[in-house]
């Protein structure tokens, strides 16, 4: 690879960053006690925790912090997540992931499969929020909506856990050079001119 290609592009700055990981961090401990919460055998989970009692205060808390990560972000990241009509082309390809194409309509900052996964986040992440918010008093509400409470807090958690995977998968060993950008910041050039051409592009532009 040149030197050109090898240059490092500042893709987050530190504020992303920080956004990102909490909302992660976040959201992976209150799948994982909440699965200890729903099955027998991830009991071990609460155990650890100091018991079931001690492990629902910490749900709770970290749900709490869940749910401010996730207003933040939306507000931080809901602009460069807006679909655009090059998405549908982008989805109908299979954004190169599925099979070899070289008919890619080029991408601003995120893709069509990141912004999928962030409007998910948002909405079923707004669900749980609600949701958990009537199963923490369920008393005070009629029991139909307790009910569908817990089903509904139940589902959106299997939805975003499944995203959850896809995402860390793709961030990961599915998109080498990806997961520098929420740990360093920065990406190669070679990486941009891949995954996000127009954005560097315009960002060029305005340095020159």
Same mark, same amino acid.
């Given at each position: 690879?040149?030197?050109?290609?090898?240059e490092m592009i500042k893709v987050t700055d530190g504020?992303?960053?920080? %956004?990102?990981?909490?909302?992660? *961090?976040?959201?992976?401990?209150?799948?994982?006690?909440?699965?200890?919460?729903?099955?027998?055998?991830?009991?071990?989970?609460?155990?650890?925790?100091?018991?079931y009692y001690a492990a629902l205060w910490m749900h709770i808390f970290s749900g709490l912090a869940f749910a401010a990560s996730l207003i933040y972000g939306f507000f931080m990241w809901k602009k460069d997540c807006a679909f655009e009509a090059d998405d549908a082309k982008w989805i109908l390809n299979g954004g190169g992931y599925l099979w070899p194409t070289t008919n890619l309509p080029p991408v601003y900052k995120y893709n069509a499969g990141q912004k999928a996964f962030f409007w998910c986040i948002v909405a079923f992440g707004a669900l749980i929020v609600l949701t958990g918010l009537v199963?923490?008093? %369920?008393?005070?509400?009629?029991?139909?909506? *307790?009910?569908? %409470?817990?089903?509904?807090?139940?589902?959106?958690?299997?939805?975003?856990?499944?995203?959850?995977?896809?995402?860390?998968?793709?961030?990961?060993?599915?998109?080498?050079?990806?997961?520098? %950008?929420?740990?360093t910041g920065k990406c190669s050039k070679a990486w941009c001119q891949t995954h996000c051409p127009r954005w560097l592009e315009e960002k060029e532009k305005k340095v020159a």
């Open positions: 690879m040149s030197n050109h290609s090898a504020i992303e960053r920080i %956004a990102h990981w909490i909302l992660a *961090a976040t959201c992976l401990f209150c799948l994982l006690t909440g699965l200890g919460f729903m099955f027998h055998s991830w009991s071990g989970i609460p155990n650890m925790l100091g018991g199963m923490w008093n %369920a008393d005070s509400f009629a029991h139909v909506v *307790a009910r569908w %409470a817990f089903t509904l807090h139940a589902m959106s958690a299997m939805v975003i856990g499944s995203f959850f995977v896809v995402h860390f998968y793709l961030g990961t060993i599915g998109n080498p050079g990806t997961v520098s %950008a929420m740990f």
